[in-house]
């Protein structure tokens, strides 16, 4: 899904204040909160990013049934994330705010006229959704 509007609209406090928080508690899904990725290396950041918002995102009931003791790792968030789930009964929704900062910073010329193109696969997905804010 994403999440398209003006600057200032309130897409994020809307994000933050409400579709978070009303998730958080939700038995089907897990609202996975990651802010803004600009100025971030696409190959190694977005990793981190989602490890920070993942264990933010857990409770600690959750951590013990992950056996996460400390937050995972950018090269074991992904495993976590595919074990959630099986293991939690819920599905992960990563939500990634202020994306177009991001794609603003690294995309090229042929990547604008192609909004998504790297995305595209997400679809298809069933192991976990995706909320794509301010995607230009």
Known sequence: MFLEGDSGAGKSALLQAGLV???????????????SLAGA???????????????????E???????LKVPPTSDAVYPVT?????KLGR??????????????????ASRRARPGSRL??????????????NFY
């Open 21 to 35: 928080p009303s998730l958080k508690n939700s038995p089907e899904l897990l609202p996975i909160y990651v802010e």
């Open 41 to 59: 290396d696409w190959e190694r950041d977005p990793r981190r990013f989602l490890a920070a918002g993942l264990w933010t995102a857990l409770d």
């Open 61 to 67: 009931g959750a951590r013990v049934v992950l056996a």
């Open 82 to 86: 595919a074990a959630i789930p099986e």
């Open 91 to 108: 599905l992960p929704l990563i939500i990634l705010d202020q994306f177009d900062d991001h794609r603003r910073a690294t995309a090229t």
């Open 120 to 133: 595209a696969g997400c679809a298809s997905r069933t192991d976990f959704g995706a909320i794509f804010a």
